[in-house]
């Protein structure tokens, strides 16, 4: 079975390019499900993905902005939104992360063009950047479980002890 990423989009730009950005979009959805896969230029396993299929869960877009977050296989169409953002000039952010396969992938726009387009694990100091640190607390309370916790888990802990939070620190989180 397949894991299920999950993705946030903001792009924003002039009303009238999100307009036109929102009607291009709209082609590509039935029932709150972005189907790009007919309009990707290559049949490869990268192309397939990026431009693949996701679910739009929740849909906050305002008049000059389109905001979603969505559920993908794998990970969302990340080309597809690429082309959105280039082809209409929108400034904003994408990310896309699943905890299973330990990916997180962020893409960054600056009208049209993609300024940042960087990939790393699920608990990374990338990942960190952009959700913050208190979201894998819960992630990962189980390492405390083994009594040699702090030895079998230094690369967690030593992620955790780079963005903030120390050894004791971490120990009253997650015990």
Known sequence: MANYSSTQLSLHGSTENIIRAKKFIKTFITDNYLYTDDIRPYDTISYRSGFGSAT????SSTEDSIMYYMSGRWCSPHMFIYLVASVFKLYGIYTDEESGCNFFHVMEFEDGVKTLDDESGYFSDLSIKYNGIDK????????????????????????????GIGINKLENKLC
């Open 136 to 163: 894998y607390f819960e992630c990962y309370e189980w390492i405390t479980e083994e009594d040699d916790w702090k030895d079998n888990h230094s690369d967690i802990i030593s992620i955790f002890d780079r963005n």
């Open 56 to 59: 739009i869960e929740h849909d």
